[in-house]
């Protein structure tokens, strides 16, 4: 999988840019193998708080994550614009529950800055840079971390 590239100036590249409450956040472009509506989840007993259960795709059994849960807030109302982005984690495809897709957004250098120490609200550790577009700051994720705590939690459980 490729990484955005990074400069002293910040990071550049096409990101995924999709909304969880009322903040919009973005992942590499490169890291998502699929956009697809809501599905059955099905609970699995005894795992993680962030992970909803799993989907059967197309034959597949994939844990799904939700990114409400996952950034320490209440969980969503559902509705008809709820998306699960599939990406890949270090043990196969993961599913992120997010409350809709906004758009591939191209981010040059220029417009990312790291991430503030304080005032974000989720943890800045899983942030890759502040990207700024449109009119619009987005904070744009590093896919691995959020994974990374989520994944570790599910390995031990297996």
């Known amino acids: 999988m490729s990484t955005p590239s990074t400069t002293t100036a910040g990071i550049a ?3 995924l840019t999709f909304q969880v409450a009322d903040e919009e956040y ?10 697809i509506g809501t599905l059955p989840i099905t609970p699995v007993p005894g795992s993680p708080a962030e ?8 034959g597949k059994v994939i844990p799904v994550v939700s990114m409400r849960v996952r950034f320490g807030m209440p ?5 008809p614009e709820n ?8 043990t196969g495809p993961i599913g992120l529950f997010a409350d809709r897709v906004k ?11 790291p ?9 800045t550790t899983m942030v890759a840079a502040i990207g700024k577009s449109q009119g619009k700051i987005r904070i ?6 959020v994974l990374g705590a989520t994944e570790s939690a599910l390995a031990v459980k297996s």
Do not use: C, S
């Open 13 to 15: 590249g096409k990101f």
């Open 26 to 35: 973005g992942i590499e472009i490169n890291a998502v193998r699929e956009i």
């Open 51 to 58: 992970m909803m259960g799993v989907v059967n795709l197309r």
């Open 75 to 79: 969980p969503g109302e559902p509705h």
């Open 83 to 90: 998306v699960i982005l599939v990406v890949d984690g270090r």
């Open 103 to 113: 758009e591939v957004a191209n981010f040059a250098a220029a417009d990312t800055e």
């Open 115 to 123: 991430p503030p120490a304080y005032g974000l609200a989720v943890d």
């Open 140 to 145: 744009l994720l590093d896919i691995q971390r």
